[in-house]
């Protein structure tokens, strides 16, 4: 009898971990990971940022509930880069993303497209495209 439920346990204790392994491969977005930046349109005007300094190191970490901006440029005068950093919240509805948290004046849009992350922002009657790839 006890061997019964020795293996019983055993057997529940190893479905059990590998329904939950599934379930959290299953649940993932797409959209979580680190993402790098390689575009930016402004209007009818892009650039690739592979190339150039500083922009080619700019990343969008993306965790289940906020992404996180990590945009780099060079110093003025310098062979250095700054850093702006500017995190906020997500939330998936439906096929498109929100931002929950956004700054005032401004509109941030989410989409996926093939492999390409696109960050959309609009303000002041301005919008840029970042384009970001895993």
């Known amino acids: 009898m006890k061997k019964s439920i020795s293996m019983f346990l055993l057997l529940a204790g190893f479905l059990l971990s590998i ?3 599934k379930d959290e491969v299953s649940e993932q977005d797409p959209i979580i990971g680190q993402w790098k930046l390689q ?3 402004a209007g009818n005007e892009g650039v ?12 969008l970490n993306v965790t289940k509930s906020e992404m996180t901006l990590l945009l780099k440029s060079p110093e003025d005068g310098g062979d250095s880069c ?3 950093s500017s995190s906020f919240g997500w939330v998936k509805n439906g096929n498109s993303y929100q931002v929950v948290d956004d700054e005032a004046g401004e509109y941030i849009t989410i989409t996926l497209n093939g492999g390409d992350l696109l960050l959309k922002v609009a303000a002041g009657g301005n919008s840029s495209t970042f384009i970001f790839r895993k």
């Open 19 to 21: 329904s939950c392994s």
């Open 39 to 41: 575009r930016i349109t």
């Open 48 to 59: 690739d940022v592979n190339d150039l300094p500083c922009y080619g190191q700019s990343t």
């Open 82 to 84: 700054i850093t702006d």
